[in-house]
């Protein structure tokens, strides 16, 4: 490596050609390995444990449980709509039991899971993935209908 001086007098170093592409080349390497942590097939796997809690929560009748698997703008308008505290609101939106995800897609942040009875979309927040949408049904050439849904 060479050195120069600094205006104060001191040695700094600076790397040279094939030092600074080797230091280059393990930051690519590492941020590489950092971010295998969000492959497709883990963040599928991710998303699909989310629903599933969601879905346990709603089957043992646990709505501070349903409410907590809600997105923060979704768990407001449950509020906002209802006129109540989530988890008095949520037995009173008759949301049908999707039962174990059958199809989980995943696109980016955003992901739709598909049980025999619901479809749920989920997006991917700081702490996990949260459900955004709950009780929807496909329309033809529409978008889906949702009982619950953020704002």
Do not use: N
């Amino acid at each position: 490596m060479a050195a120069s001086r600094t205006a104060y007098g001191k040695r700094a170093a600076r790397p040279r050609g094939a030092g600074a592409a080797a230091l280059a080349g393990v930051g690519l390497l590492t941020a590489g390995l950092l971010s295998g942590c969000g492959t497709p097939g883990v963040r599928q796997d991710d998303a699909r444990a989310a629903a599933d809690g969601f879905e346990r929560a709603l089957g043992a009748k646990d709505f501070a449980g349903v409410c907590a698997r809600l997105a923060p703008p979704t768990r407001e308008e449950v509020e906002d709509s209802e006129g109540k505290g989530c988890a008095d609101a949520v037995p009173g939106l008759s949301l049908p039991g999707a039962g174990s995800p059958v199809r989980v897609t995943v696109y980016g942040r955003q992901a739709q899971v598909t049980g025999p009875g619901d479809t749920l979309f989920l997006s991917q927040f700081h702490h996990g993935w949260r459900v955004v949408a709950a009780g929807c049904e496909p329309r033809p050439g529409q978008p889906y209908k949702c009982t619950v849904k953020g704002g």
